[in-house]
């Protein structure tokens, strides 16, 4: 029997009980021989007069390896993820190898399946494997079973296992794409460069948010997005603000330098780190996105209800824009009254 180390260590004291109980069942301590009684059991193969049949039981066994190898690739499959283009080949973890998980080589081809995946369907154990190496061990790692809330955890897990097995990417957007991270790199070597022993908040080692923003702003327009209300941390923020936003690299570099003296009572300082900016971005498809990022405050996790606020006070604005310019289109506008049940100020009208 295959023992953990957490249990080896008592492994000779259960056998030496054990031993004794079959021997002489009184001379062992009452709960010892519970024990054994209850192991003796379930290891009977007659339950209610029926005898279990040795297929059935190596059937269970196997469902259990199978089901245990989903969970494992779940739980850990983000550790052999290929982070690493220059790598040669996948990084190893010894708990995800066929002989911890219970297989050998000569069972790659047997047919198997699990309920708690991909709905039970039908496939052999290699293309089960194939499918959970490429969901959970592929270019991106996901590190989401400690999550305690199991609806939220449900759905990360559903996301993950309905993705298309390949997304074919346009070479335009790869280009555009990679275009994105060179600028973010580019910008940060350079700041570096030049402005050295300077307060900075490097965006290098996460230049992938700069992907993650563009893919974000070029899908607005399929969701009938017109705004983005944004906040962020200081690190990455110059990066943001010159290559999404598209703030003037000439504004950027002066605040870096020494005369530059905002007028503010308590001086400079990373005062460039604080500040938001307002921006319409025009894409290629002919549509355009305003973007707001919102000013930092000294405490810097005071900004989401700042976004939040100022998101829906640019939701309420926009929909009474919408209302007056609709009543404006129709040649009438009456006098507007405001309803505490209604979400805007509405024209004055019945309200249910």
């Known amino acids: 029997m295959r023992t953990s ?18 021997q002489n069942p009184e001379s062992v301590d009452s709960g010892w021989a519970a024990f054994f009684e209850g192991f003796e059991l379930g ?46 080949k996948r990084r190893e973890n010894p708990l995800l190898t066929l002989r911890e998980l219970g297989f050998s080589e000569k069972d790659l081809d047997l047919r198997v399946s699990s309920k708690f995946f991909f709905g039970n369907r039908q496939m052999t154990l290699r293309e089960m494997i194939a499918a959970l190496e490429n969901i959970y061990a592929g270019s991106i790692g996901s590190e989401f079973m400690h999550i305690q809330n199991t609806r939220v955890r449900n759905w990360v897990l559903h996301r993950l296992e309905s993705r298309p097995a390949k997304v074919e990417i ?51 327009p399929g969701a009938g997005i017109e705004e983005i209300c944004m906040g962020m941390t200081h690190r990455g923020r110059l990066n943001v603000l010159a290559n999404f936003l598209k703030k003037s690299l000439d504004v950027i570099f002066t605040e870096f330098t ?31 996105i305003e973007i707001r990022l919102s000013a930092n405050p000294s405490h810097l996790e ?10 829906r006070a640019r939701q ?16 009438s506008l009456r006098k507007p009254s405001t309803c505490r049940n209604c979400p805007v100020t509405a024209p004055a009208a019945p309200c249910t």
């Open 43 to 88: 290891e009977t193969p007659e339950r209610d007069g029926a005898v279990a049949k040795p297929v059935e039981v190596r059937e269970s066994s196997l469902q259990s390896r199978v089901d245990g190898l989903v969970y494992a690739y779940r739980t850990l499959g983000h550790t052999i993820a290929r982070l690493d283009p220059l790598l040669d």
């Open 316 to 331: 309420r604005i926009r929909d009474l824009f919408m209302a007056t310019r609709l009543l404006r289109g129709r040649g």
């Open 170 to 220: 346009p070479r335009a957007a790869q280009i555009a794409l990679l275009r994105a991270l060179l600028e973010a790199e580019s910008f940060e070597v350079f700041l570096h460069a030049h402005y050295v022993g300077q307060k900075r908040f490097s965006l290098q080692g996460a230049e992938s948010l700069m992907v993650i923003l563009d893919t974000i702003l070029h899908k607005c």
């Open 302 to 311: 005071a900004v989401d209800p700042v976004v939040e606020g100022t998101a």
């Open 5 to 22: 180390i957490a249990t080896r260590a008592n492994l000779q004291l259960i056998e030496d009980n054990y031993r004794r109980w079959r």
């Open 258 to 288: 020494e005369n530059y003296i905002p007028d503010l009572v308590a001086g400079d300082g990373d005062v460039k780190y604080h500040l938001g900016y307002r921006t319409v971005r025009k894409l290629g498809s002919g549509g355009q």
